[in-house]
Structures are given as structure tokens and as C-alpha cells.
């Protein structure tokens, strides 16, 4: 590890420590990741799944058994066209409207097309469950599989005419219901990370090699090899990590270090690649290629942090999984029984079957999927995008929050926060002479400059000349002054004599400090810094008093990191981290058993977003950081994590309501099905079973519907 020391615009130096550096993301792992090598859990199943970019397809090795969201769609809705022909078609449902529309071979028909719905519409669950068997894990696909099986293959026997009831339509109407769930729980699934992909675009594909004859040629950043020169343009993308040898501009690293200041760069200083060259040209020395850059290192960080994730087993396959050992149990038991007691053969299967359909709710497939789906409408409204459902669900444990710094807990833009004027001069005087410099500007000071005098409502001029000190600050002429915005190293440079004091005091809070010089005179001194975001105190507040440790992880220096974690109070503050350490730090705040969830916008928050045990991304952040989280905050708004934490207690409390409305209904029905109490008279027939299982099913629909959020 090499250190070294660069001069910031504040004129305070700072070590800044490079790692070896992203020259180009090897193709293996471009590769890799495009055909489907690099797999991410499932948050439905536990299981992993891949995704092919040159098909679009995701594909599954979960319980759903390789089906895609639009394919449950379009079973839902064919078989749902198929389920009205046949339920008018049942003698059941015609008794129970008082019809009579049986006509010759009826039966046939009905036969027929419960058969496609049954092979059809039944295949996601058959398949599934084959899976599940085979794993040894039987759950709610094998636990619909044992009920449309039995009431398919009970009701088929109508045909051949050795019964003369059957159970189509409510095996019909089960497969419809089951199908609906399945695909409002897909869709509820988060996606096939793009995070690597993402991080590859930060690449430019080319890059200006300069020829040994001094030539500007243009080679595709692959062909780049190890101690060529490149040049690097203002405004370019910077396309490989190396040593500067020529040029002075400043970089934007804030995406890949945390850096929220733009860090001057002079021969001598290294490049990282994905870095933004902002106003100078830059001739740089290629040092790194491969797997030795730095992306490439967060690239494996973001993969091993993603296949470390903890799997977690939906609530409803668990009770789908007891369910069908109770079905299968109670079943077998229920004919043997009334054998034993000396009943028909036909009248014990017809209690053996019906204990089967009515072990099957049809609200437990729409239990959890309706719950989740009105959670993520409610929470879509309010600026809450979950990618990631089971890490949604396991936020209401969250214990620890880890806060990224810049543009998190900060608006990432500079504000001005101190003016000190000299004996002689006016603030606005001050102001207006400096916003006309200032306005000819991009740099980031300079643009907080601006908005914080228009704020004032000072509107500033146009100068009449306007010059550019790489790394010192502006110089212009402005109503017949000269003016100089300059840094206090312009000021030691020169050996002029300011407030060391003051200057000292700001600095020491964090803050980026000006001076303003007019007609050569020290006229002010301007203090700025990254503006705290003002929903970030109440939000902080608020998360100690759920009992939460908030804790801020920043790339940035330690005097601005400590400066914010004054003013919010913080319970810890760690600044100056390196990606890699981030990543290591919240595995270390894991380890002391504490449930973490990390909020951040960077590149270099994405392997700790990965690693948390949720990671929150702030919409306003850079794509790879966004892919990598479970959770998108729109509004980028710190007070949203309070929400999420609220909305994830509130859903799964609907989800155990919704669970027991679901299969309590079942510790009362699977004995009166199985004949319990026929010697008092009662004896719940599959029609009235199905009944139960349908109101059953609405109370989980109304149940879900009245989930609300403050």
C-alpha cells in the first residue's frame, strides 16, 4: 500500500491511501456474470438463480421450478377462462343456483376440461413439487400437488362410473387460486442483481493511448497493457487506475472512495479508475490491469457478499410444510379408520379425500403474496422500493443502522456556513463580487457558493474577465476590482497574513475554508461544508428511540465525518474507510450479534449494502449502489429508514394474522371432514368445505387490504 499526501482545496493535508487500482474488469467476470455464472440467492426460495442476458430469462431452480412471473400470469388467466365453462358445467354449483343445465355426455366435457386445467394450470405445483420431494422438503407446492392429485383422480372416476360425485370445479377454482398467489409472490421477488453489470459501465469501453512517437490513438480499454500512457481528457470518465506523469486537474472520486470534495491531482498522484476528470488533461501511466483493480476488487467483495446471504424460509411454505404431514396423517388415518369400523370403501375414500381438498386453504397461497403485495404499493407511495423481499421482511429485527455520509445523511452539495469580513467590507459587497466569479464556475465549491448568495437574494453579475488557478481558486475582474477566490494554500504560498485562528477553529470543524481577496486586501473569509440533510436529526431521533445504534461509515475525511456526527449525534463515527473496510466493518458489527442494515449511495457503499442484513439505497445514488441494495429510498430521505422499519413490523404482523385466518380454520375442519363428530349428526362434506375455504380466503383479502402506514 502506498500513501500519499495531497494538498485539498482546503489547504489541510490528508493521506489518502490507494489500493491497487481498476485498469479493466477482466472479461472472465463480465462473462461470468452475463451468462449466468454468478448466481444470487433467491429471496423467495432460499435457492439460487441466474440470469441469462442474452435470453431475458430468469431462471429457477426454487420451487418454482424454473417458471418465469408472465408464465404464472398466463396460466392464471387461461385457466381462469377455462374454470367458467366448468363450474356451470358442475351438477354441484347447478344445485346450489337451483339450475338445470346437465345435457348428454355433460360429464365428458367437464372431464375434459378440468383435465386441462388440472395438467395445464397444475404443472407449476407438480413440478414443484417433485422438486421439493426430491430435496426431501416438502412444503406448499407439494402440499397443493397432494390436493389437486387427490381431487382429480377422486373426481375422474365419475367417467368410468364407479362414483357419482366429483370435486372439478373446487379443484378448478383451487389451481386458480393457487396460480394467483404464485404470481403475486414472483412478482414480489427481487430481480437478478445488475449490480456488476452496472460496475462495468463505470468502464469506458475506450481509451487515448499516446504512441511512443506522441501520437493520440484510440484503443479499446481491454487492449491496454501495463506501463502504456493514456491520455485523459477534461470531462472524461477516467478508463484505467495509474500514476499521473503529466497534467493538474482535479478527479470526482465521491463515487468510488466517499471523497465529497473533488481531490486535486498532480504528477505524482495516482488515478482510480471510474473516476470523473473534471477541468484539466491528465497523461497517466498504466499500473494495474485485471483482477489487481480496484473495481474489480469491489466486484468480488459484492459477490461474496451476496452469496454469504443468510437464507431465509417464507412463513407460509412452513406452514404449507406441517400442513401436509397433517393432510397426508390425517388422510390415511380417516380411511383406515372408517374401514376399521366397518364402513363401505366408497364412503371411507370420499372422507379420505375430502380430508385431503379441504387440507389445502386456498387462502394460505394468497396469505403471504397479498400481505407483500399491499406492502409494496403502500410503500412504492411512499417512496420505498423493496427489491428485496425477505430482507424487507427481516427489517423489523434491525437493530443496527449503518449510515453512509455524502448525499445520505447529507445532501452532498456544499453550503455556505460561516462569512467573516474584514474591517472595511460589507457581506453582500463580499457576496456579490463573489458569486460573479464564482458563477463562471463548475467546481462544486463554487456552485454551493452560488446557491447559498441566491438564497440571500443576491443576484450576482457578470465579470469582466475570469481566470481559472488550477487547485488555488478564481481570479477576475468584477466592477472594477480585481477579485481572488483562493484556498489557504494559495495564501501560505504567497506568504499573506490572514486569521490563522479562525481559520484553524473552522477548519478543524469539517469545514472547507475560502478567503476573498479584493484589489489584493484580505476582505473575508468564507466557511463551507457538506449541508446535513434537515429530515436527518428527526430521523436519527427517532431510530434511538425504537432502540436502535446509528452508526456513520464514510470514505470521507475524519474532521467532516466528525462534525456531522455532532451536529445528528451519533453513536459512532467512522471515517477515512475504504470500501473494502466498510464491507469488513459491518461484518464486524454483525458479529456481535446485532441485525444490521446499511444506507448508503456510492460505489463504495455497494459491498457493504451487500453485506448488511439489509441494504438500503438512496434513489439519488450511483446505479451499481442501487442494484446492490434490497431497499430504494426515492426521496433520499433518512427519515424513510424509519419507515421502512415500522412497515416491515406492520407486514409481518399482517402476514401471522393472515397465516392463522388462512389454517386455523383447518384444526376444526380437517376433523369434521374426517367424520369426528358423524355420530352427533355432523359430517362437513368437500362442498362445504370449499365454502369455508373461499370466505376463508376473503377474510385474507380484507385482512391484507386494511395494512396502513402513518
Not at 473533488?262 to 482510480?272: E, H, L, S
Request: include cysteine; glycine fraction near 8%.
Amino acid at each position: 500500500m502506498n500513501n500519499d499526501k495531497i494538498r485539498y482545496p482546503d489547504g489541510v493535508d490528508h493521506t489518502h491511501s490507494h489500493h491497487s487500482h481498476h485498469s479493466h474488469l477482466i472479461n472472465a467476470i463480465d462473462n461470468d456474470y452475463k451468462h449466468g455464472q454468478l448466481a444470487e440467492k433467491d429471496a423467495h426460495s432460499g435457492h439460487h438463480r441466474s440470469t441469462n442476458e442474452h435470453s431475458g430469462h430468469v431462471h429457477s431452480v426454487d420451487k418454482h421450478a424454473g417458471h418465469e412471473v408472465g408464465q404464472f400470469k398466463r396460466r392464471f388467466y387461461i385457466s381462469l377462462a377455462v374454470t367458467v365453462p366448468i363450474l356451470m358445467l358442475s351438477p354441484m354449483i347447478q344445485m346450489f343456483i337451483g339450475v338445470d343445465w346437465r345435457f348428454p355426455f355433460d360429464t365428458y366435457l367437464l372431464f375434459l376440461l378440468s383435465s386441462f386445467v388440472f395438467f395445464y394450470g397444475g404443472s407449476p405445483f407438480l413440478t414443484g413439487a417433485y422438486h421439493e420431494l426430491r430435496q426431501k422438503a416438502p412444503g406448499m407446492m407439494t402440499l397443493i400437488s397432494l390436493s389437486i392429485v387427490f381431487a382429480y383422480g377422486y373426481s375422474s372416476l365419475v367417467v368410468a362410473g364407479l362414483t357419482d360425485t366429483d370435486f372439478f370445479w373446487e379443484l378448478v377454482t383451487l389451481i386458480d387460486i393457487m396460480l394467483l398467489g404464485h404470481w403475486l409472490e414472483m412478482k414480489s421477488i427481487l430481480g437478478a442483481s445488475q449490480a456488476l453489470e452496472e460496475l462495468v459501465k463505470l468502464i469506458p469501453s475506450e481509451a487515448h493511448l499516446v504512441t511512443t512517437d506522441g501520437a493520440i490513438r484510440v484503443v479499446a480499454v481491454s487492449e491496454l497493457l501495463t506501463g502504456q500512457t493514456i491520455l485523459i481528457k477534461p470531462g472524461e470518465r477516467v478508463p484505467v487506475d495509474g500514476l499521473i506523469v503529466k497534467g493538474q486537474s482535479t478527479v470526482d472520486e465521491s463515487m468510488l472512495t466517499g471523497e465529497s470534495i473533488p481531490v486535486v491531482k498532480v504528477p505524482g498522484n495516482r488515478v482510480i479508475g471510474g473516476s470523473v476528470n473534471q477541468e484539466g488533461a491528465l497523461t497517466v501511466t498504466v499500473e494495474k490491469t485485471g483482477e489487481e483493480g480496484y473495481l474489480s476488487q469491489v466486484v468480488s467483495l459484492i459477490r461474496e457478499a451476496q452469496e454469504s446471504k443468510s437464507k431465509t424460509q417464507n412463513l407460509s411454505d412452513r406452514a404449507a410444510k406441517w400442513l401436509f404431514y397433517i393432510a397426508l396423517i390425517a388422510g390415511i388415518a380417516t380411511l383406515f379408520i372408517w374401514l376399521s369400523l366397518g364402513y363401505s370403501f366408497d364412503f371411507s375414500i370420499q372422507r379420505m379425500v375430502a380430508v385431503m381438498i379441504i387440507a389445502c386453504p386456498h387462502a394460505l397461497g394468497l396469505a403471504v403474496p397479498l400481505v407483500v403485495s399491499a406492502s409494496t404499493s403502500i410503500s412504492a407511495r411512499k417512496g420505498l422500493l423493496i427489491r428485496n423481499r425477505t430482507a424487507f421482511e427481516e427489517a423489523r429485527n434491525m437493530n443496527a443502522i449503518v449510515f453512509d455520509k455524502t448525499g445520505t445523511l447529507t445532501q452532498g452539495e456544499f453550503g455556505i456556513t460561516d462569512i467573516i469580513t474584514q474591517p472595511g467590507y460589507e457581506e453582500t459587497k463580499i457576496l456579490m463580487l463573489v458569486g460573479a466569479l464564482e458563477s463562471q464556475s463548475e467546481h462544486p465549491i463554487s456552485k454551493g457558493i452560488v446557491a447559498a448568495i441566491k438564497k440571500k437574494g443576491i443576484q450576482p453579475s457578470s465579470p469582466d474577465s475570469f481566470e481559472a488557478l488550477v487547485g488555488q481558486g478564481l481570479k477576475g475582474q468584477v466592477d472594477d476590482h480585481e477579485v481572488m477566490v483562493v484556498s489557504p494554500g494559495y495564501m501560505q504560498q504567497k506568504g499573506m497574513i490572514y486569521p490563522l485562528d479562525q481559520y484553524r477553529r473552522l477548519s478543524s470543524e469539517g469545514k472547507t475554508v475560502v478567503f476573498v481577496l479584493i484589489d489584493g486586501v484580505l476582505a473575508g473569509i468564507i466557511a463551507l461544508a457538506d449541508q446535513v440533510r434537515d429530515s436527518a436529526k428527526q430521523a436519527i431521533d427517532r431510530l434511538k428511540e425504537l432502540g436502535v445504534r446509528v452508526t456513520m461509515l464514510t470514505g470521507d475525511n475524519k474532521q467532516v465525518a466528525e462534525r456531522v456526527g455532532k451536529i445528528l449525534e451519533l453513536d459512532e463515527v467512522y471515517a477515512e474507510v475504504l470500501p473494502h473496510e466498510k464491507a469488513n466493518k459491518i461484518a464486524e458489527i454483525k458479529s456481535g450479534g446485532l441485525h444490521v442494515a446499511m444506507t448508503g449511495d456510492g460505489v463504495n457503499d455497494a459491498p457493504a449494502l451487500a453485506k448488511a442484513d439489509l441494504g438500503i439505497a438512496v434513489g439519488a445514488g450511483t446505479d451499481v449502489a442501487i442494484e446492490t441494495a434490497d431497499i430504494i429510498l426515492v426521496r433520499s430521505d433518512p427519515s424513510d429508514v424509519v419507515s421502512i422499519i415500522e412497515l416491515s413490523r406492520k407486514t409481518y404482523r399482517k402476514m401471522v394474522q393472515n397465516l392463522w385466518w388462512a389454517t386455523g380454520y383447518n384444526i376444526v375442519a380437517i376433523p369434521l371432514a374426517a367424520g369426528a363428530l358423524y355420530g352427533a349428526g355432523i359430517l362437513l362434506s368437500p362442498a362445504v368445505g370449499a365454502v369455508l375455504m373461499s370466505l376463508s380466503t376473503i377474510i385474507v383479502a380484507i385482512n391484507a387490504k386494511l395494512l396502513k402506514v402513518n
